[in-house]
């Protein structure tokens, strides 16, 4: 699916959205401390981070810097995962979280859900979004002079 969309990135000459890895894995002690190991040991460096768990299973939503790399570790370690691609905006303030929020409300995007990064690209903090329209919300981001970070701004 990534790669699919790599493909329509490149064609229409739009850099590559930052890509999440959605990890399904049963709930239990110290699995998401295994699956950390896993990418520290090999250097990958996991950028953002949110967990939604159930009773039995956990779903371990993250971004890293080298995506090719840990889709390699998620496959070889037998861990279940899908990919999607997430809009990821700079936001350094509370004022300039408002802002982002109502310029996507201003062009009625639905966000499905939100998280923020652990390490701050470019010395700032930053928020993954999942959304309904990628371009509509990039655009009106950009037309709120806000920054919309790309797979390739995310490289250490």
Known sequence: MIAAMAEVAEK???PEPVAQFSVFTENRMGRLHDLIQLFNDEG?????????????????????DDTDRARQLLVDHNFPFTESEVLVVEIDSETKLK????????VEVNIHYAYSFITQPNGRSALALSLEDF?????????????????SDLLR
Do not use: C, P
């Open 44 to 64: 990958v460096h996991v950028l953002a981070l949110t967990a939604l768990d159930t009773t039995d299973a956990a779903i371990l939503r993250l971004i890293v």
């Open 135 to 151: 371009e509509l919300a990039a655009a009106s981001l950009a037309q709120h002079q806000f920054k919309v970070l790309y797979q």
């Open 12 to 14: 229409w000459n739009r």
């Open 99 to 106: 802002g982002a929020l109502a310029a996507l409300l201003q």
